[in-house]
């Protein structure tokens, strides 16, 4: 089946350490986005690609990383830097045809980052 | 800033009745607004979406209402069911956008048995 797979669905980060989120698709997409969603506040991006090799911060970059390498991988670094990483991580793809026109967001089922 | 404010940030219905939750946005060079529903532990899935240029959508029990000239528009769930409860979330966004979508800040939907 096509889709976004997250892993891993539970995370735990120590203080000072960094982590990566995995997000992997299959649906040929050209662009992939990472939000972050906290209760109340909806989903607000971090980063997001239109291609490979290319990425531009979304609201909220500081203390986060990616890389586009591949076209059906977008990884989330979670660095030491951002002091307050508690969340759930959201990664969503969508292609780029007609860009006259606005293609629907897929989303994975998320990563769920806590601090021990 | 593109903002999109949604409202009531929770709502409690009974089976059968109606369900509406209201968006509006500030931006006027939105021209795409969809609405997403999230179960807890998973992602969002796209529901129903439009554009400006129709005041009106409907797919089965969910209708999208659009007014262009107060910046808002407003999602309907028609004979609101149990496994209807879940977090819905307004989006916008501006064709040919890069960035894409600017999502409200959600509602959570209890629907009783």
């Known amino acids: 089946d096509g889709g976004i797979t997250q892993s891993p669905k539970y995370l735990f980060r120590k203080e000072g350490q960094n982590v990566t989120l995995s997000c992997e698709q299959n649906?040929?997409?050209?662009?992939m986005y990472w939000y972050r969603q906290d209760p109340g506040q909806g989903l607000r991006l971090i980063y997001y690609?239109?291609?490979?090799?290319?990425?531009q911060k979304g609201d909220i970059a500081e203390g986060y990383s990616v890389s586009r390498e591949k076209k059906e991988s977008f990884p989330l670094t979670v660095t030491s830097a951002q002091k307050n990483p508690t969340a759930f991580y959201l990664c969503a793809s969508s292609s780029n045809q007609g860009r006259s026109s606005n293609q629907p967001q897929h989303f994975g089922d998320g990563t769920r980052l806590s601090i021990l | 800033q593109q903002q999109v404010k949604q409202s009531p940030q929770s709502l409690i219905v009974q089976k059968g009745g109606i369900s509406i939750i209201n968006c509006a946005y500030e931006n006027t060079a939105f021209d795409y607004f969809p609405w997403y529903q999230q179960f807890p532990g998973k992602g969002p899935a796209l529901l129903i979406a439009i554009r400006p240029d129709v005041s009106e959508k409907k797919e089965g029990r969910f209708t999208i209402s659009f007014n262009k000239s107060a910046k808002q528009f407003s999602l309907h769930i028609m004979d609101s069911q149990p496994g209807d409860s879940a977090t819905y979330f307004c989006a916008a966004s501006i064709s040919g956008s890069a960035r894409q979508l600017t999502f409200g800040s959600g509602t959570q939907l209890t629907v009783l048995p």
């Open positions: 690609s239109q291609i490979v090799n290319d990425f």
């Open positions: 649906l040929n997409h050209d662009a």
